[in-house]
């Protein structure tokens, strides 16, 4: 069966630590891994996009990793802000070439970053 | 660029009403996604197109749902007759490719009473 999970489910940190957020996922065949960041009442924000052959990705202060052969993923956030509490989501999507793309959603971490 | 735009912003109907949901994608995108979003479910994505054509309506929960995309700058999304339980916050996103980073716009908060 296809899934996503993400954890922790709720997160709380202090203002200026790092903290890592993990995605695991049975998913097969994988064709890419999403991080989103989702504010409260807006839309989801893209962080990042991997794909089987990429095992890191970084976008300002956040570094998503993705280890294909164990089926994890993992978003890192590096001195964080207040700004950095949202929820944050693993979208991992199934390729085959006769069914189209098809999209498995994690849970969300929801992130509270405190002063 | 205004980003991916919907219609309306809040939405509050009484069960068995018709709902229509409206949106308009990023300019040169050609792919356009409607997701549906609750506390218990998170982020279900319901139908997605490709250059105007639906590629899969399997997230679509029931045939009470229907979307189109008559053309590469509108979809719309409509439930008819309408249930308490859609009661959720409907995302419409687009991107260029299916594989590529996806916009998605404020959403419609949609109450069914």
């Known amino acids: 069966k296809n899934q996503v999970e993400q954890s922790p489910q709720s997160l709380i940190i202090l203002e200026g630590k790092n903290c890592t957020l993990q995605?695991?996922?049975?998913?097969?065949?994988?064709?890419?891994l999403r991080w989103y960041k989702q504010d409260t009442g807006r839309g989801p924000v893209s962080l990042t996009i991997m794909t089987f052959s990429e095992n890191t990705k970084s976008n300002g202060r956040y570094t998503a990793t993705l280890d294909a052969d164990t089926k994890q993923s993992s978003l890192h956030i590096t001195a964080s802000q207040l700004s950095d509490s949202a929820s944050y989501i693993c979208v991992v999507s199934l390729g085959a070439l006769n069914t189209g793309n098809q999209f498995y959603f994690g849970t969300g971490t929801s992130l509270t970053v405190i002063p | 660029d205004a980003g991916v735009i919907q219609s309306p912003r809040h939405e509050v109907t009484e069960m068995g009403q018709e709902v229509t949901l409206r949106c308009k994608p990023i300019?040169?995108?050609?792919?356009l996604f409607w997701y549906r979003q609750t506390m218990m479910r998170g982020l279900e994505l319901l139908i997605y197109?490709?250059?105007?054509?639906?590629?899969?309506d399997s997230g679509m929960p029931e045939d009470r749902f229907s979307a189109k995309m008559p053309n590469a700058s509108f979809s719309t999304l409509k439930i008819q007759p309408s249930e308490p339980r859609d009661s959720a916050v409907y995302f419409c996103?687009?991107?260029?490719?299916?594989?590529?980073?996806?916009?998605f716009g404020p959403g419609t908060r949609l109450t069914v009473l």
């Open positions: 197109f490709n250059n105007n054509v639906p590629i899969d």
């Open positions: 995605c695991n996922y049975t998913v097969s065949p994988f064709s890419n």
């Open positions: 300019s040169g995108h050609n792919s």
């Open positions: 996103a687009s991107s260029f490719g299916l594989n590529n980073e996806q916009f």
